[in-house]
T-cell receptor, first 111, second 116 residues
Framework: GNSVTQMEGPVTLSEEAFLTINCTYTATGYPSLFWYVQYPGEGLQLLLKATKADDKGSNKGFEATYRKETTSFHLEKGSVQVSDSAVYFCALRGTGNQFYFGTGTSLTVIP | GAGVSQSPSNKVTEKGKDVELRCDPISGHTALYWYRQSLGQGLEFLIYFQGNSAPDKSGLPSDRFSAERTGGSVSTLTIQRTQQEDSAVYLC??????????????FGPGTRLLVL
């Protein structure tokens, strides 16, 4: 079956620190992979995506590379800002167009 | 509107009552999804609409849950005889893309349901 596992939070970092949020997946076939972000009081927003192996998604300084050999899609950012404080969800879209989401990782960036 | 809207934003109800949650997708979006976000459980897929039909209802947790979509636009999620375990944030998302890779879903702000 399909599933997504992401690192548990909460994560607290100082401004300008390096961020990694791990995400691994189990899937049949060739899923597309996504990172969604939920800022406080707002709905989910697509942050970045990758549709095939070795693709790199990037947006707002965040990056994630679709690694088929390790079934991973880790989210990284070189220098986080206070405004990056949010909950981050890793997700896959498998066959049948169904999404599977991780449990979310809460990030707090302190000045 | 510019984005997906949901109403009500918050709903408190008593156990055993029925509730209706509404989703207004982005105009022209043919695909519509309902999800449930329970504390510590992540996001759980409930149902997928393409137009007015629901080819995938596999995520509905019980027969107390139902959803419909009319006119290819507004969708209503109905929970009958609510239970305390139904308490969660219910999220709606829509997409303009047909089935295929790289689909982008746009999420609404959610309805926070509390069953007392």
């Amino acid at each position: 079956g399909n599933s997504v596992t992401q690192m548990e939070g909460p994560v607290t970092l100082s401004e300008e620190a390096f961020l990694t949020i791990n995400c691994t997946y189990t899937a049949t076939g060739y899923p597309s992979l996504f990172w969604y972000v939920q800022y406080p009081g707002e709905g989910l927003q697509l942050l970045l995506k990758a549709t095939k192996a070795d693709d790199k998604g990037s947006n707002k300084g965040f990056e994630a590379t679709y690694r088929k050999e390790t079934t991973s899609f880790h989210l990284e950012k070189g220098s986080v800002q206070v405004s990056d404080s949010a909950v981050y969800f890793c997700a896959l879209r498998g066959t049948g167009n169904q999404f599977y989401f991780g449990t979310g990782t809460s990030l707090t960036v302190i000045p | 509107g510019a984005g997906v809207s949901q109403s009500p934003s918050n709903k408190v109800t008593e156990k055993g009552k029925d509730v209706e949650l509404r989703c207004d997708p982005i105009s022209g979006h043919t695909a519509l999804y309902w999800y449930r976000q329970s504390l510590g459980q992540g996001l759980e897929f409930l149902i997928y609409f393409q137009g007015n039909s629901a080819p995938d209802k596999s995520g509905l947790p019980s027969d107390r849950f139902s959803a419909e979509r009319t006119g290819g636009s507004v969708s209503t999620l109905t929970i009958q005889r609510t239970q305390q375990e139904d308490s969660a944030v219910y999220l709606c998302a829509s997409s303009s893309q047909p089935r295929g890779s790289g689909e982008t879903q746009y999420f609404g702000p959610g309805t926070r349901l509390l069953v007392l």
